[in-house]
């Protein structure tokens, strides 16, 4: 059986906490939907933000929405290069001993400690998708995209959940270098 799989590009972007949004945006504001994202209830907020950090600043990072538990910035390494941060590769979620940065919004400003991450790549699998290929949750693939400038990609992170929609999530630098725009289809082979 061929184990196809949509591909997703990740430019950088910030997941804010409540507490991170009002400080930024004012007391009880609520990020607004521009556009929806592939996983279901997860969208692209109107509002950016900057992040600066000790070699230089984005200006306008896209915030992904809802609110988070935790402040979270995933950059590609050439982002961590350009802001002088020091950025591990990480699962979402786990900032513990990460860099941090600080961020800028229209109504204030807050340093995080750490939360800065170069997000490792992964799929994400519905519950029914990884039984139907026979993928673990947190099991390592090897993937595969065509193309002129085709390449493995090893270490490919399952994360199985009935709230999820099957997406695999490539940042720009893995992008880039093997030539795989949004929506192209890459293969799990093993």
């Known amino acids: 059986m061929e184990k196809k799989v949509p591909v997703g590009v990740s430019a950088r972007h910030i997941h804010l906490s409540q507490e991170h949004v009002e400080i930024l945006f004012g007391k009880g504001y609520q990020l607004t939907e521009m556009k929806p994202l592939s996983q279901p209830g997860q969208y692209a ?13 984005f200006p306008k990072v896209r915030i992904l ?8 910035l995933e950059v590609s390494q050439t982002d961590s290069f350009t802001l002088g941060v020091k950025a591990p590769v990480r699962e ?5 001993g990460s860099a941090g940065i600080t961020i800028a ?4 400003e807050v340093t995080i400690e750490e939360g800065v991450i170069v997000a490792a790549r992964h799929i994400h ?15 390592k693939l090897r993937v595969r995209v065509g193309g002129e400038r085709g390449v493995v990609f090893e270490h490919v992170i ?27 289809i890459a293969e799990i082979i093993d």
């Open 125 to 139: 699998f519905h519950t029914s998708d990884a039984e139907r290929f026979g993928i673990a949750d947190k099991s």
């Open 65 to 72: 929405g809802p609110a988070r538990k935790a402040t979270q």
């Open 45 to 57: 907020a109107n509002e950016t933000v900057s992040v600066t950090g000790s070699k230089g600043t």
């Open 105 to 108: 919004g229209p109504a204030g």
């Open 92 to 96: 979402s979620g786990d900032i513990k």
């Open 158 to 184: 399952a994360r199985v959940s009935d709230d999820f929609a099957l997406d695999m999530h490539i940042d720009t630098d893995e992008a880039n270098a093997a030539g795989v725009k949004n929506g192209d």
